[in-house]
Each structure stands twice: as C-alpha cells, then as structure tokens.
C-alpha cells in the first residue's frame, strides 16, 4: 500500500479496540496511578466543575470518565463515546459499580457525531486525538457540539523522545514486521506532540485562547517484565503491526521489546518507564 486509507485505518482500530477491551479494562489499576494525576489537570484546566455536561470522546474502558462524572456530581453528566462497543461495556459496568448513575456511552466515530449542536459544556479526549484520520473534522464536531464559552480538552503523548517505554517498543515491531514509514496522512501517537502542532489544530477549528502544558507522567511498575507484559496484553496497535508474522517471529520481536525495557529498571523492584503528554485546551 503506497497511500494512507482512512476507512481500512478505522477497521483495523476498531478490531484493535474489540481485541484489547478485556485487557485494557483489567489493566485499570495501573492505568490510574499512570494517567490519574494528568487526567485531574486536564479537568481542571477544561473547567469541569459541578454541574458540568462532559462529552469524552474515544473514552475507552472509561477510568477518565469516571473521573470526570465524580467531579459534575448528580447535577452533571458524561456521555461516553468510543468507536468500540465492547470497550464501552466496561465502561458502563464500572461506572454502575461505582453507583455514577450520571454516565451514559454510546458507540460513536469521532469525525461524524450523532450529537445536536451546542448540547455539552466540555468535551474532552484523552490519548484518542493523535489517532483520528481527519482530526480536523473531529475538532470541528467537537466545536459543533460545545455551547458558547465550552471548553475543549485533549491530551496527547509528547514527542517520540520523551516517551521512550513506548516509541521504543514501536520501533522494533515496526522493524521486525518489515513496516516502511507512516504514510502520509496517517495518524499515529506521537502525531501532536511536537511543540505548538496541536495548538495549531485546535486554532484551525476555529477554537480561541488555545493554549497547551506538558506534563511528565512517568510509568511506575515493579519491573521491565510487567511493563512488557501490560504491552503485550494492552496496546493493539503493537499486535496489529505482529499480524503477518508466524509465532517464531512475534516471539523474537516481543524478545527485544523486553530487552529494551530493562534498561529502565532503575533497581530491583522499581521499573520507571519515561513519559510525558501534553494537555491543550482550547475556548469556543
């Protein structure tokens, strides 16, 4: 393939996202103590308060979703969205477990939502936006969506370099599976974080005083072995690009993925995997 397709790309992440949802949700916990802290600035930041109708845009198995309906309270809502129904259930099933009876999700593509205009306070998306084909036209939706004055919100993973327990990995999968570079056009996860990219995207759609921080959120585990295996079990995206090879081969790659992350065990015990992520908001 020598050109990017937009509709094979949201195939293949919908298959990724029905393939991963058990694993993503049962990785929670970790998931939390990682994105929690930077979860809370970015709702801070988008001015989520008591009261408050969230939209979260590719939300997942919903731990930020369930962030946010804690802080609007009875009086507010969450709607989350995601282009994975299966995903969404584990959303929905912690969301009543934990007795938030002010979430609702629906299985929604980001570039075409099924939303009347002016219907949210805040919309919000955390480590989808970078994946969106045409992040123009889901900017524009979310803006079509918000009231005047609402606040869009997005958190996106800083430049490859500062993210090395995952760009690493990426690069020797892409190597092993024979994968040339990105096509152009194609979406990828570190597509926004270069300095002043997704200010430039979130002006484009005509959203004012935009402004963007980075955060450093670094990935605390017990060892090499466990970021390896959250890896593993998790990040689709990384099974996706294994596809074409047999057993033998996905073994080897998987193999110097685990080598790789070794090298951020600082001691015994204590796996620190180097990230950060840059928040941006933007006013309608």
């Given at each position: 393939?020598?050109t990017?397709d937009?509709?094979?790309?949201?195939?293949?992440?919908h298959?990724?996202?029905?393939?991963?949802?058990e694993a993503?949700?049962?990785?929670?916990?970790t998931?939390?103590?990682?994105?929690?802290?930077?979860?809370?600035?970015?709702?801070?930041?988008?001015?989520v308060?008591?009261g408050?109708r969230?939209?979260?845009?590719a939300?997942?198995?919903?731990?930020?979703?369930?962030?946010?309906?804690a802080?609007?309270?009875?009086?507010?809502?969450?709607l989350?969205?995601?282009?994975?129904?299966?995903?969404?259930?584990?959303?929905?099933?912690e969301?009543?477990?934990?007795?938030?009876?002010?979430?609702?999700?629906?299985?929604?593509d980001?570039?075409?939502?099924?939303?009347?205009?002016e219907?949210?306070?805040?919309?919000?998306s955390?480590?989808?936006?970078?994946y969106?084909?045409?992040?123009?036209?889901?900017?524009?939706?979310m803006?079509?969506?918000?009231?005047?004055?609402?606040?869009v919100?997005a958190m996106?993973?800083?430049?490859?370099?500062?993210?090395?327990?995952f760009?690493?990995?990426?690069?020797?999968?892409r190597?092993?599976?024979?994968?040339?570079?990105p096509?152009a056009?194609?979406?990828g996860?570190?597509?926004?974080?270069?300095?002043?990219?997704?200010e430039?995207?979130?002006?484009?759609?005509?959203f004012?005083?935009?402004?963007?921080e980075?955060?450093s959120?670094?990935?605390?585990?017990k060892?090499?072995?466990?970021?390896?295996?959250f890896?593993?079990?998790?990040?689709?995206?990384?099974?996706?690009?294994?596809s074409?090879?047999?057993?033998?081969?996905?073994?080897a790659?998987?193999?110097?993925?685990?080598?790789?992350l070794?090298?951020?065990?600082?001691?015994?015990?204590?796996f620190?995997?180097?990230?950060?992520?840059?928040?941006?908001?933007?006013?309608k």
């Amino acid at each position: 393939m020598t050109t990017f397709d937009p509709t094979a790309y949201k195939r293949t992440t919908h298959e990724q996202w029905e393939s991963a949802a058990e694993a993503w949700h049962r990785w929670g916990p970790t998931l939390r103590e990682w994105l929690g802290p930077a979860t809370e600035r970015m709702l801070d930041l988008a001015g989520v308060k008591s009261g408050s109708r969230v939209l979260d845009i590719a939300a997942g198995a919903g731990d930020q979703t369930l962030q946010a309906a804690a802080r609007v309270g009875p009086g507010g809502s969450v709607l989350a969205t995601d282009l994975s129904p299966t995903i969404l259930t584990f959303a929905a099933s912690e969301a009543k477990r934990a007795g938030l009876a002010n979430v609702e999700t629906r299985t929604m593509d980001a570039e075409n939502l099924d939303l009347a205009n002016e219907s949210f306070d805040v919309v919000m998306s955390r480590l989808g936006l970078m994946y969106f084909p045409d992040r123009e036209r889901a900017l524009g939706e979310m803006r079509r969506v918000l009231v005047p004055g609402g606040r869009v919100a997005a958190m996106v993973f800083a430049p490859a370099d500062k993210n090395a327990f995952f760009s690493v990995p990426v690069s020797i999968v892409r190597r092993h599976a024979k994968l040339g570079p990105p096509l152009a056009g194609q979406p990828g996860p570190f597509g926004l974080g270069a300095p002043g990219v997704i200010e430039e995207a979130f002006t484009r759609a005509g959203f004012r005083d935009v402004n963007a921080e980075t955060i450093s959120a670094p990935l605390c585990m017990k060892s090499a072995k466990d970021c390896l295996r959250f890896e593993q079990e998790s990040f689709g995206a990384l099974h996706q690009m294994l596809s074409s090879l047999d057993a033998p081969a996905r073994d080897a790659a998987w193999a110097e993925v685990g080598s790789v992350l070794a090298d951020f065990e600082q001691n015994p015990g204590k796996f620190v995997g180097p990230c950060e992520f840059v928040i941006a908001i933007g006013t309608k």
